[in-house]
Structure formats: C-alpha cells, structure tokens
C-alpha cells in the first residue's frame, strides 16, 4: 500500500472509531432507535412478504395455459360437452378440466383449496406439480383416490393409503377419499397445499343425486400448441361458444389468477401503503434523534473546525453516525427478517401457501437503510456547516 | 525579556472594526482597533466583561471575520481567505486553549492531542513521535490512555494545551485558560504556557480577567468599550 492510502485508511479507521463512540454516547437512546429501525424493517418486510404471497398465484401462474369459464360469472358451470369442441379448435394441444369442490375437513377453519379435476389431462397440462410415477399411476387407477400437496400432508398428517372425508358445501353429502398420491413443488413458487380428486367421482354421485347438476364443470384448462398464439386461440374459443347456453371467457391462467387478486386489490394497495408509512416513520424517529445529537454536540464540531477540520469532515461524522445507526438497525431488521417471516409462513401457511421473502424487498430494505440514515443526517449536517465557529464555541460552558 | 523594537511583526492588527446586529441595531463591539504583535510576545488581553476581548481573539485565530480593517498574520491578510482556505490556515498557523478545555469526551488524551495531526502529511509513526512529545512537554505521559472524565480540571487544560502546541503553530490563543481552575492548577497552567514561550519561543495571546495570569505576559493591553489602551508591561 502507498503511503497515501495508509494515511486514508488509518484516518478512516479513526472516524470509525470516533462515530462508533459518538452513537453510543447515549447508550440507551441509540439502542433504541436502533431497535425501531430493527422493528421497522422488519415490518416492512414482512408487509412486502405478504403482498407478494398475495400475488404469488399470479406469479406461480402461466401464460402459457388458457382457462376458459362461464362469461357470465364463474359461479354458473359450463357443460362438459365443451371438452371436444374445444380440443378440435385450432393451436389447442390439451383441454383439461377442474371445478372448485369447496369440501371442509372437518370444519371451516382447516381450509384448503380442492378441486374436482379430470386427472390425466390436468397433471399433464401441470408438470409443476411433482408426482412419483407409481403414487400417480395409483391416483389415476383409484376412483375415489386424491392427489394432496407435501404441505397439506404435512399439516394434517396424511400418508399415502390414509382413508379421509370431507364435508361438501357447495355438494352436500360427505365425500370419502383415500390419499394416493402427494406432490411437490417443483419449485417454490409451486403451491404445495391443494387437494385433488377425481371429477367422475363428483359427477357418479351428483347423477343420482342431483342430476341437473351434473355434467358440468367450472373451468376448462387448455394447453397451447404456441404459447404466442394465446390471444387468437382465446377469441377463437370464445367464438366457438358465442350465442350458446353458456357462453365462455377465455383468458390465460395468469390474467385469470389475476382477476381473482383484484378483488382484493384495495387491502394489498392499503398493506403496501402501510409498510411505506412504517418506513416514513422511521424516518422521522431517526431524523429527530439525530438532531438532538448534533444539537447537543454543535459545541464539539465548533471546536473541531477551529482546529481546522473541514465542512465535509463534520458532515461525514454526522452521517457517518446516522448511517451506523441506520444499518446496524436495519442490518437486523433483515436479519430477522427470515426466521420471523418462516414463522409467520408456518401461522399463517393456510392463507399464503407461498411465504416466501423475495430478494426486491431485501433490495428495498437496504435501499431504505440507506435513506433513513441520510435524510437522518442532511438536517443536522447542514446546521454544523453553517454554525460559525465563534458562535458554537460561546454555547460550550 | 521584552521584546525589542528590532523585532518582527507576528500579527498585524489594522483599524479592526466589528459589530454585532441585535436585530436591525447595530451594536459596535471593537472599534478600529489597530496593534502589532511581535514574534515571540506574551500578550495579555484584560477588560471588563463583555468589553470584546473573546471577540477580538477570535479574529486573530481566523473563527469571526472583521467588518473593516484587515489582520495580517505572518504577512498574510487572513481576511481574503475563503472558509476553506482559512480552516486549511488556522490548522497550520493557529493553537486554541479554551476556557472549558473543549476536549472531544470520547476520546483519550493521545487520540485527543493528535486528533489536529489528522489534517498533516504526518505519517503515522510522525505522529506518534508528536503527540509523545507533546504529552511530555505538559507533563502527562502516564495519563495518554484516560479519557477526558477521567482527568482533572487542570490535567484536562494540559491536555487541551498539548493539542494546541502539536502542530507547532505559529500563535497560540488562550481565552481565560485558569478562568474554570483552582488556584494550584491555574498556577501549573500559567507556568506551563510561561515556559511555552521562554523554552519554546511561542507567540502566545490571552484573554485574562485575572492579574496574576497578566502578570506574567509581557504586555499587557486593556481593552474597554471597544477601544484598546496603551501598553503596560
Ligand atoms: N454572536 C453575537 N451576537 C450578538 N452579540 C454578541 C455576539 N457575540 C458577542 N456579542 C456581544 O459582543 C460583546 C463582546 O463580547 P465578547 O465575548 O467579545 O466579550 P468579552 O470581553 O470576551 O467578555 P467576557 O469577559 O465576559 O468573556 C458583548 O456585549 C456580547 O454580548
Ligand atoms: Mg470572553
């Protein structure tokens, strides 16, 4: 090393030193703005985590696949007689089916989604969901068989064989199933809480039941020959149906994932607005301390600038001690993040099958950091620059 | 030892004036006050209060600019100095010794003295050569490790005097160096800067309200309602 760099390094080691003292000063206050940056990251990311568990999906979703439904609303089926008309229209390499089952284990607060699919054409159009060749040959051949998600296994201790009912809502009656298959994700995005059961086995039951009801389903699902040809392939499905009983909307998985989303978009644009806040807070927290540490020590950088210490020289030691504040604060805050977010995920696991912290609010966290601790630091540092030195030095004593 | 006509001008003060404003108004404090000081002088600035002693040092130490007149140092009219360049200055050419020491509370008495050092090309070993040296010449080697509230009074001025002396500058100002001690430590005090300018030939200006401290300048100027009084000695 050169002799100047020495010379930097050591005069950079020495305001360390002298803004590592100076923020401990006050031992306690320090601590405690630490502890509400900490808390506020913290917040933050959590708030971001369960805004993008929200979207998660929409993300995990594919536009790549088509879901067709009733245009009307998705509360109205449509015939399963649509399945191959829709197959012979041009660019649709597969159609599937699934209807929303809305079966209770037990009681309302188990929930979890599960669907009534028609399983070969549904586990092929999904290679997201992971399935041991034997386990899905087993669910395939089984009636009355059913395909759950590793995390729901997990939650209610199902293993393969593992005889269960549940309790219809919108199909009355209690439905029995035997666990044949449990998959998983192929990667963390992948909802891993869904249950899965044979669509001949509702439709069998509702025949005798309530036969008016039956042969419908609630979606379709239809794969792509040419994922770029998603647009054309929609209208053409859509034109199929037109002036029929039940008139279809086709939209990819994503848009369709989406709509669901967007009814509750006002809480996630109120979450989100929240966590901002949190951070806005924080900010004040941290400004307001900082000025009552420079206002108490506007004496000392008086001093320093009559031996001779340059403006910069004061505003780094302010915002050098600012941004020590604010990262070793939010430098927990992140650190917390991940333990406090897995436990959160493992409470509240039924409502956000993805909890997961994404690296963008780890980047907003640090950019925030960074933030809190100068827009801590602008105030005081402008008023020590400005201070006269024979003025700073008259307020000592 | 007096200094003799023959001697070279230090510090050159030449029809100073210097207001204060308490709102619109005006208050004049110093009134073109005009004085030389001399190489090696040990200059006294008596008063009553509020009589613009504290006011007129800082001018010379370069901390408060002038309204009218202008002060040489060392030949250089530190009016024309931008703030930088005047910081740059009073690091070079300017030792303070305050009232209330003013030492940086979280730092030792070593980190404290070289804390002026910082702003030198001094290489580190230099520097430690310097302040060692400064610590020996106020007497507190043993005290280098103690931080300020570990210190006495009149052990916290000489380590406020060895940061003032480390950069050898060219004059050192002193407002009311014994004004917060006691008798004894004042007396050390006075001592130490009477040696700082016989063994060490330091240019020194002090504000004193006391006459023992006066006594031992060798001149002695009374300032009173902005106006400076002849010489006594
Ligand atoms: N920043 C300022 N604004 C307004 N008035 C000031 C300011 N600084 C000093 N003064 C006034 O200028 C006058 C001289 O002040 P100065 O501090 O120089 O006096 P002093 O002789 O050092 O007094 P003391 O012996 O009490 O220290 C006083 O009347 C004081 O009130
Ligand atoms: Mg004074």
Not at chain 1, 5 to 12: D, E, H, L, Q
Not at chain 1, 86 to 102: K, L, P, T
């Amino acid at each position: 090393m050169s002799f100047a760099t020495w010379k930097k390094a050591y005069s950079a080691m020495f305001l360390l030193k002298l803004l590592s003292r100076n923020a401990f000063r006050h031992r306690l206050r320090t601590l405690l703005t630490i502890l509400g940056i900490t808390v506020a990251i913290l917040a933050f990311g959590l708030l971001q985590t369960v805004v993008s568990a929200w979207y998660a999906g929409v993300n995990a979703s594919s536009a790549a696949r088509l879901i067709s439904r009733n245009s009307i609303s998705l509360i109205f089926s449509l015939p399963i007689s649509y399945q191959e008309r829709i197959r012979r229209i041009e660019g649709v390499s597969s159609v599937s089916y699934a209807n929303w089952f809305g079966g209770v284990y037990i009681n309302e607060k188990n929930f979890f989604p599960n669907f009534a699919i028609e399983p070969q054409g549904y586990l092929a159009l999904y290679p997201e969901f992971v399935l041991e060749p034997s386990q899905k040959q087993a669910f395939i051949s089984d009636r009355k068989g059913c395909v759950i998600g590793r995390k729901l296994a997990e939650r209610f201790g199902w293993k393969i064989g593992d005889g269960l009912t549940l309790k219809g809502t919108i199909f009355p009656g209690n439905w029995e199933f035997v666990v044949r298959a449990i998959y998983t994700g192929a990667d963390k995005s992948t909802d891993e809480s869904q249950f899965f059961f044979h669509w001949d086995y509702l439709n069998e039951s509702l025949k005798k039941t309530m036969p008016r009801r039956a042969d419908q389903t609630g979606i379709y699902l239809i794969g792509l020959t040419n994922p770029q040809a998603a647009a054309e392939v929609s209208m053409a499905v859509d034109a199929t149906f037109k002036n029929s009983l039940a008139e279809t909307l086709t939209e990819t998985e994503k848009a369709f994932q989406l709509s669901f989303v967007s009814m509750t978009e006002a809480i996630v644009i109120a979450i989100r607005i929240v966590s901002f806040v949190v951070i806005i807070i924080i900010m004040v927290v941290v400004a307001n301390t900082m000025a009552m540490t420079a206002r108490e020590r506007i004496g000392e950088y008086a001093i320093f600038k009559a031996m001779g210490f340059q403006w910069y020289h004061v505003a780094g030691m302010i915002f050098g001690e600012s941004l020590f504040i604010s990262i070793t604060g939010g430098g927990l805050g992140i650190l917390l993040t991940f333990p406090v977010a897995h436990k959160f995920g493992e409470v509240m696991g039924q409502f956000f099958p993805i909890f997961q912290v994404e690296s963008s609010t780890l980047y907003m966290d640090m950019f925030f950091c960074l933030i809190v601790g100068v827009i801590a630091g602008v105030f005081p540092a402008m008023r020590a620059i400005k201070i006269n030195v024979a003025d700073g030095l008259r307020r000592i004593g | 030892m007096l200094p003799d006509q023959n001697q070279e001008i230090i510090v050159s003060v030449n029809a100073v004036s210097k207001s204060y404003y308490r709102g619109n108004q005006p208050v004049p404090v110093l009134e073109e006050i005009t004085f030389d000081i001399a190489r090696g002088e040990y200059l006294a600035l008596m008063g009553p209060s509020g009589s613009g002693k504290s006011t007129l040092l800082n001018l010379i130490a370069g901390i408060d600019t002038v309204d009218s007149g202008s002060i040489f140092v060392d030949g250089l009219d530190i009016a024309l100095l931008s703030e930088a360049e005047l910081a740059a200055w009073r690091a070079a050419n300017v030792g303070f010794i305050f009232q209330f020491y003013n030492l940086i509370p979280v730092l030792t008495a070593y980190e404290n003295i070289e804390l002026p050092l910082l702003l030198t090309a001094l290489t580190r070993r230099e520097r430690r050569e310097h302040v060692e040296t400064a610590l020996a010449v106020v007497n507190l080697t043993d005290r280098a490790e103690h931080y300020p509230s570990q210190l006495s009074g009149g052990q916290q001025q000489r380590v406020a005097i060895a940061r003032a002396i480390v950069t050898d500058p060219t004059v050192l100002v002193a407002d009311e160096p014994t004004g917060d001690l006691d008798r004894v430590s004042a007396g050390e005090i006075l001592g130490l800067m009477s040696r700082l300018n016989s063994d060490f030939g330091k240019t020194i200006i002090m504000v004193t309200h006391d006459p023992r401290a006066a006594e031992k300048a060798h001149v002695i100027r009374h300032l009173e309602k902005g106006v400076l009084s002849d010489v006594s000695t």
